[in-house]
Structure formats: C-alpha cells, structure tokens
C-alpha cells in the first residue's frame, strides 16, 4: 500500500525522487505500524516517538506512510508539491501532520534527530527518536560530527537507519565517494551497529527489537537496500531514478505490476 502510495503520489505531478522513497517502504511499515508509539489522532502528542527523515528527498514516501497510518486522507496525497498544498516535496512539519522535522540540507537532519534525543532524555518522556539518512547523505562531515556526538552523550534513545541502496544523484556511492564499510565507521565512532537486508521487514524488526535493549549507545541500522525497489521499470534504471519523469505509462504499469 505504501508503494503504489508512493507512486500515485509521484505520478500526480509527473516527476520526484522515486528510486530513494520505494527503498525504504518496508522501513517506514515497520516504524510507522509495529515500533513507534504514535497518535495520529494526536499527532503533537507528548512523549511520542519521532522520525526525522534526513534525506528529505524522500517526503512522499513519508507522506505515503502518514495517509496509510491515518494522519491524513490519501486524496491529498495527489496534491505534491502543487500551489497551496500540504506537502512540499520535502517534508515541512509546519506544514504536514506527523511530520516531526523539517527537511533542510543533507546532513541536518541527523543533526537534528540528535538534539531531539538529547531534549527527550532531559524531559526523561522515554521518546526514541529514529533518523533515516542516505548513503550518499552519509559523505556529509556532518554526519560523521554528529556521530561523534551522539556516543558521546550514550544516546541509547537515538537510533539512525543508513539506506544503503549504493547510488545516488550522479552515480554510484563508490565512485562518487565510496562510504565503505560503513557500518565499521559508525561502530568506530561509538555507536551500536548492525547491518540487515533493509527490504525485509523480519530483519529490520529484529534489529529494532535488539535496540531496545541496548544501553549506554546510540545505534546504526545499515540497511542494504535496491533504490526502486518493488518496481521493475524504476528498479531497471540504476541511479537514473534518484528523480525521474514518471509517465502515466509508467504510472499503470507499475501499480500493475505491485497490484500482482
């Protein structure tokens, strides 16, 4: 559901950031209707759990989420990035319900997910506040900053999943500038680290689980994801769907294929 979402969302304005939102579906599913203790009738609810989404090209899929979850009718998920709509196409927590943080530079966001940590242990309300960060995101020095610390503080409230799906806007992440072994970097800088199959929901809910109980550390969920993941026609692409045109062509052919 979140998928063809996803691709209604995209497919109403005929172009975004398709490859990076379809590679963390089963992330958001799993966080949005298992782990997060969340209110969509209450969406500023005190106490609540956070998600901070710091590589903010991939708000529809957060969008896509938050109409499944019940935050908002799915009809206005067709309004993206239109004059006077709700839902810029990075997210904007003054504009969109449930969106707990605002989308600004690739590597702020991490930055921020940390501060709500910190503010959360002061007002000891028991919040976990996770962060999804891209891979191509994770060559920013602010991530690496905030990283460090992070374990300085022994944020075991904060835990930051890495889409590792290897591209990004110009090419492949080890061309460009490769982050490997990326999970040994965040383990080098104090975190807890664990690396799973980021388009498996078993995986990814054990590594949650095994979170909870670790104290005294931030963790790191690297994920090893496929961007486009779900759909063959964007999957097929390679890093050319970081943000692509999406046909009405397309558009049928994909929610066909996911409709199978």
């Known amino acids: 559901e979140i998928r063809v979402d996803i691709l209604k969302c995209i497919g109403s304005i005929g172009v975004g950031h398709i490859g990076g939102c379809l590679s963390i579906v089963e992330i958001l599913a799993e966080l949005y209707f298992k782990h997060m203790n969340i209110d969509p009738q209450n969406p500023k609810m005190e106490g609540r759990d956070r998600l901070v989404c710091s590589k903010g090209h991939a708000g529809p899929a957060i969008y896509a989420a938050l109409a499944n979850r019940g935050y908002f009718s799915k009809d206005i998920l067709l309004t993206l990035n239109q004059s006077g709509t709700s839902l810029p196409s990075h997210c ?19 930055s921020c997910a940390i501060g709500m940590a910190i503010g959360s242990r002061l007002k000891k309300d028991n919040a976990y506040i996770y962060a999804i960060i891209g891979d191509g995101e994770s060559q920013e020095g602010q991530i690496w900053e905030g990283a460090m610390y992070a374990a300085q503080k022994k944020l075991s409230n904060l835990i930051a999943f890495c889409d590792y799906n290897k591209m990004q806007i110009d090419g492949l992440t080890e061309n460009v500038c490769g982050i490997e072994d990326v999970a040994s970097k965040f383990d080098a800088f104090g975190f807890n680290t664990v690396r799973v199959n980021g388009n498996d929901e078993e ?15 931030p963790t790191c969920i690297v994920m090893d994801t496929v961007k486009g993941e779900g759909v063959s026609i964007f999957k097929n692409m390679g890093f050319a769907n970081h943000s692509c045109n999406v046909s009405a062509e397309q558009l049928e052919t994909a929610l066909a294929e996911l409709e199978d």
């Not at 449930?98 to 530079?105: E, L, N, Q």
């Not at 995986?203 to 550390?217: M, Q, S, T």
């Open 203 to 217: 995986e990814i809910d054990r590594a949650l689980c095994e979170a909870d109980n670790v104290k005294g550390r």
């Open 92 to 110: 904007d927590m003054n504009k969109t319900s449930g969106v707990d943080m605002t989308a600004g530079s690739l590597g702020q966001g991490f």
